[in-house]
């Protein structure tokens, strides 16, 4: 079968929700940055978990700006808000893929300035998922502060479960190459719409669960709205390499396998393509 025919995850399940159907469990993604991967079958990666590091590690500890008992809302906006807006949506599954309803994520965030509110709960608020374990949130891209990029705190909670305390990031931001806390595995899909811009995250946590079905894609196709065509060789060889600066496009091999860059950064240990989807996709 031609490869550019096979079904994705994602295209599935956004051909369901389009329809307004629920979309064959089995067919769900993990995480959202793993949705253009092939599905072989194996347990998805849970999402790594972040912090600011600049805290004492105890339980309900995120860095120095989290508040407890935010207000339950899916909008962080008001008519009056500065910044440019942003929609970030996606699921929450467990181990099986499947998606996870009630689960709660609880959002905070700087504000146009990279200033928190630390005494009320402006951009603060927390949500559950629904029936097919979707979220939607509605807020601005975060200003910048001090020794940080881009991003978004979130807790993340399946009922009766251990909390994730984790980060999301934007891509081509220039501090993710010089922030010591950036994981690229915690980067969004993000893509403008107008003047606004809407971003995906699909969080995977620790819960186990029964698959009801067997029957998986046996492929994937690029997801993005505009995919890297480039057959351009990356500098410095075709094999990658730490410290190698990769742009999109750039094509390596790892372990044998040909990958494909899906944006432009400098190759760090750790970021090795099999470890990093948003960063490179197997070909």
């Known amino acids: 079968m031609d490869e550019d025919n096979k079904l ?4 599935v399940l956004k051909a369901a929700l389009a329809a307004g159907v629920v979309a064959p469990v089995a067919l769900v993604g993990g995480p959202a940055l793993a949705r253009t991967t092939v599905a072989s079958g194996k347990t998805p990666e849970l999402t790594p978990e972040c912090h600011d590091g600049d805290a004492p590690t105890i339980a309900q500890t995120e860095g120095p700006y989290f508040k407890p008992n935010s207000p339950e809302r899916t909008s962080l906006v008001t008519p009056g808000t500065q910044g440019t807006r942003l929609t970030v949506s996606g699921f929450v599954f467990g181990l ?8 709660l994520l609880d959002f905070w965030q700087a504000d146009v300035n990279g200033n928190y509110d630390n005494s009320g709960y402006t951009f603060r608020g927390h949500q559950y998922t629904d029936d097919q374990g979707r979220f939607s949130l509605s807020t601005i891209v975060p200003g910048l502060y001090p020794g940080r990029t881009r991003h978004i705190h979130v807790k993340v909670q399946a009922p009766g479960r251990p909390i994730l305390t984790t980060q999301l990031y ?10 010591t806390i950036f994981d690229p595995r915690l980067l969004m899909e993000v893509r403008d719409v107008g003047t606004a811009k809407e971003a995906a995250f699909d969080f995977v946590l620790n819960v186990r669960q029964t698959p009801t079905s067997t029957s998986r894609p046996t492929s994937s196709n690029p997801t993005t709205s ?8 990356p500098p410095g060889g075709t094999t990658w390499a730490a410290g190698t600066g990769y742009s999109a496009g750039a094509r390596v091999t790892y372990s044998g396998r040909g990958y494909v860059c899906l944006q432009a950064h400098t190759a760090q240990p750790g970021w090795e393509p099999p470890n990093t989807p948003a960063l490179w996709r197997a070909e």
């Open 8 to 11: 994705s995850r994602k295209t």
């Open 226 to 233: 505009n995919p890297p065509t480039s057959t351009s060789n």
């Open 96 to 103: 099986a893929c499947q998606p996870i309803a009630r689960a």
């Open 170 to 179: 934007f891509p081509n931001e220039p501090r993710n190459n010089t922030d």
